[in-house]
C-alpha cells in the first residue's frame, strides 16, 4: 500500500508540474473580426537547417516546436481594401503603433525558451508585437494557448507518425492522408506543409500550419478545430526530407 501511494505521490507531482492544457481562454477584446487563427508549427531541425538558422543556444531535443498563433485578417482591413498579403507582412502594425516586448512569468518562459526557435532577434517578442499585441490579448494567455496546442500536438498521433519517419524522405500525399485519417477531417487546407533548401541543398520540411476555428481550439487536434484556409499556402513538393537532430 505505502508503494501505491508513493506512486501516487510522483503522478500527483508530475501532473501539477506540466504544462496546463486547459489554459483560460483566448478572448480578443480589439479588432477581433477576423475569420480563423492559423497554428504554425516549426519542424525544428529543418526550421533551423534553412536561411540564417537558429542560434548555437538551440535546444536539440524536440522535434516540433512553436513558430506562433497568427489571427486571420480582420474583416475591417479587407473592407479597406487591405491586400491579405500586407496583413501577412506587417500584422499589428496596421492597427496601431508596436508593442513593447511581452510581460511573462519565469515558468512560461521557460517552456517557450524549450519550444520556440532560437533566432538571432527573439522569435517571442516578433510573435507578440507582430501577431498578439494588437488583439489585446494578456501576453500570457496568448503564449499559454499557443504553447498547449503545441504539446497537444506531441502527445498526437500524427507527431508518432512523422516523429517515427524522420531522418527518412516522406511524400506530401502520405503526411496529408494521415492526417485526415488520424483527425478525421477531410477540409481542404487544414492543414498545410511548409518546405524549404536546407544548407545541404536538400528540400526539407520546416514547418506545418493548422487552419483552426477560433472558437473550437479547445478541441484541437481533433476534427472539429480545423477549419479550410481560404489561402493557399502549401509549398511543398511531391516528396522532401524531415531532418531529424
Partial sequence: MTRWIFVLALLLVAGCTARNPHPA???????????????????????????????????????????????SEPHTLEAQGVPVERWWREGCSLLGPDSGPPALDNALSQTL????????????????VKHGACFGYDPR?????????????????????????????????????????????DLPRALQLRCETDHDK???????WFTLNPDKMGDFPSSPSYLSSPHMQDNCPAQFWLRRW
Fill in 25 to 71: 481562454a483566448l478572448t480578443p477584446t480589439a479588432h477581433g473580426d477576423f475569420a480563423h487563427n492559423t497554428l504554425a508549427l516549426t519542424w525544428q531541425p529543418g526550421f533551423c537547417s534553412t536561411g540564417s538558422g537558429c542560434t548555437v543556444d538551440q535546444p536539440r531535443k524536440a522535434l516540433v516546436g512553436l513558430h506562433g498563433l497568427w489571427a
Fill in 113 to 128: 525558451a524549450e519550444i520556440v526557435p532560437h533566432t538571432a532577434s527573439s522569435l517571442i517578442v516578433h510573435e507578440w
Fill in 141 to 185: 494567455i496568448f503564449f499559454a494557448k499557443a504553447s498547449a496546442l503545441q504539446a497537444r500536438f506531441v502527445r498526437s498521433p500524427m507527431m508518432a507518425f512523422l516523429g517515427q519517419r524522420a531522418g527518412m524522405v516522406v511524400t506530401h500525399e502520405e503526411v496529408l492522408a494521415f492526417f485526415r485519417q488520424s483527425t478525421g477531417s
Fill in 202 to 208: 536538400r528540400v526539407v520540411l520546416t514547418q506545418l
